[in-house]
């Protein structure tokens, strides 16, 4: 059985609140919507493309989650929050004690795929494209969903380069 699946990138977000206490690292993603966010969630959550989904699954991280959870209150569609639909990690060390953008740099410039002498410990592109896709598989029963993520988690559905706007949508299916 095949199933749609309507991915939604998170909504604008504000990294103030975290800046202004010092989070580092993982504690960044604890980042929350802007206002514009947030309505951004709202139109999205109109939208005639999510008719029809028996259920959202989310990203961990706060700024999806937050999307999804506005999305599933006015569609009233139930959300299960998945732990691996989280985002790219630019360190599989977890140490992240190196300049991150510069990590993302050259994960880009590679394509996403590990050549020698690389500097950064980054989740490869096809790594990220396993952990969506064995993550996705135990939903297949159902025939429709909406998946609130990242912009680089959604295109581990679509294509490496998939520039995706703040609560932008694109289409998939699983088999």
């Not at 500097?119 to 297949?140: A, F, G, H, I, N």
């Not at 969903?145 to 959604?154: A, D, E, L, T």
Request: charged share 25%; hydrophobic share 35%; aromatic share 10%.
């Amino acid at each position: 059985m095949s199933t749609k699946v309507i991915l939604i990138r998170h909504g604008e977000p504000r990294y103030d609140e975290v800046q202004m206490r010092g989070f580092l690292g993982m504690g960044y993603e604890l980042g929350k919507l802007t206002e514009r966010g947030e309505k951004q969630a709202e139109m999205r959550a109109k939208d005639p493309l999510l008719q029809g989904a028996t259920l959202i699954l989310s990203s961990p991280y706060t700024r999806a989650l937050q999307t999804a959870a506005i999305i599933s209150r006015i569609t009233q569609i139930p959300l299960t929050v998945e732990t691996d639909l989280h985002e790219w990690m630019p360190d599989t060390t977890f140490k992240l004690d190196f300049d991150i953008p510069q990590a993302f740099e050259e994960y880009v410039k590679h394509h996403g795929l590990h050549f020698p002498n690389r500097q950064y410990p980054w989740e490869t592109y096809p790594d990220l494209q396993k952990r969506v896709y064995q993550t996705l598989q135990k939903y297949t029963h159902h025939q429709k969903m909406i998946v609130v993520c990242h912009g680089v988690v959604m295109s581990a559905l679509t294509r490496f380069d998939d520039i995706i706007e703040h609560c932008g949508v694109r289409e998939a299916v699983i088999e």
